[in-house]
């Protein structure tokens, strides 16, 4: 009996991997690129690199189990909406409206702790940012919002 469930469940496991769900492309030269078009610190960019371009950026990583079902649809789908909101890999082609409310809603939600989403950082312990990590974060979203309205 133990023996049937035990073969039921690696079934499923096996058979749910061959659900069709595209994988987010990766590109890794992108020229409207928020780090290769504007003056960043290092420890900013460190910071957004470590902690949100998994999935704001067309940089995403995907380590194993990133790609085994179930964990994938949900991480595929993360990644997806991620971009849709915010895409740093295209930053510069961004109209400057547009920019302004990003910088203004990455200030707010870092400060928060909104962002990176949680469960992320279970996994990626150099996305776990702290308290001051979040002020330095936030403190450069505001300075480059001043400059853009200057
Ligand atoms: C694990 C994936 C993931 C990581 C890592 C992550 N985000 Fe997000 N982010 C999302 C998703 C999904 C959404 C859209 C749904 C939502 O708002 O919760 C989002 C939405 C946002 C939005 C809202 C955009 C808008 O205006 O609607 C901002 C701003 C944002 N993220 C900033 C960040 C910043 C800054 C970081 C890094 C400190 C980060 N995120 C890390 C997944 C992620």
């Not at 789908?77 to 910088?103: G, V």
Request: with cysteine; proline share 5%.
């Amino acid at each position: 009996m133990k023996k049937k469930i035990y073969f039921i469940l690696i079934a499923i496991v096996i058979l749910i991997q061959f659900y069709p769900m595209d994988k987010p492309t990766v590109t890794i030269d992108n020229p409207n690129d928020l780090l290769a078009t504007t003056t960043v610190p290092d420890n900013i960019s460190t910071l957004l690199k470590n902690a949100c371009y998994d999935c704001h950026s067309n940089e995403s990583t995907f380590p194993w189990y990133s790609n085994v079902a179930p964990v994938k649809w949900m991480l595929y789908d993360h990644i997806y909406e991620a971009r849709e909101e915010l895409n740093f890999s295209n930053w510069n082609s961004l109209e400057t409206d547009d920019k302004a409310d990003l910088l203004d809603d990455i200030s707010s939600m870092v400060l928060e702790g909104e962002m990176p989403l949680k469960g992320y950082t279970i996994l990626h312990s150099e996305a776990n940012l702290s308290e001051e990590d979040r002020e330095l974060i936030a403190t450069w979203a505001d300075e480059m919002l001043d400059l853009i309205y200057e």
